[in-house]
Nanobody, 120 residues
């Protein structure tokens, strides 16, 4: 089982920046895909970005050029740098991890979520 702990959310003005962190612990395997979804009030959870153990990244069109995902394999941590923030980026951001274990891909693990509010 994998535990994910997120941090870094908060209140920021439009145009500002934040960095979210997600640290994994527990039964960690080296082949993984890890990333972020977000859910705004009254909306469905949507994909934001992900990164693999090899460093391959993918972004939602709405955040391309503004958000950057990175990872530190040694500490099992993924980061999401949020820049040029807009009001529509306001949401709870959830970290997830998929990993390849002895019997194939494991069930997805989720963090508890961290709130990002973009407001003047």
């Amino acid at each position: 089982q994998v535990q994910l702990v997120e941090s870094g959310g908060g209140l920021v003005q439009p145009g500002g920046s934040l960095r979210l962190s997600c640290a994994a612990s527990g039964s960690i395997f080296s082949i993984y895909s890890m990333g972020w979804y977000r859910q705004a009030p009254g909306k469905q959870r949507e994909f934001v970005a992900r990164i693999t153990n090899g460093g391959t990244t993918k972004y939602a069109d709405s955040v391309k050029g503004r958000f950057t995902i990175s990872r530190d394999n040694a500490s099992h941590t993924v980061y999401l740098q949020l820049s040029s923030l807009k009001a529509e980026d306001t949401a709870v951001y959830y970290c997830y991890r998929d990993q390849w274990g002895p019997t194939g891909w494991t069930d997805r693990s989720w963090g508890q979520g961290t709130q990002v509010i973009v407001s003047s």
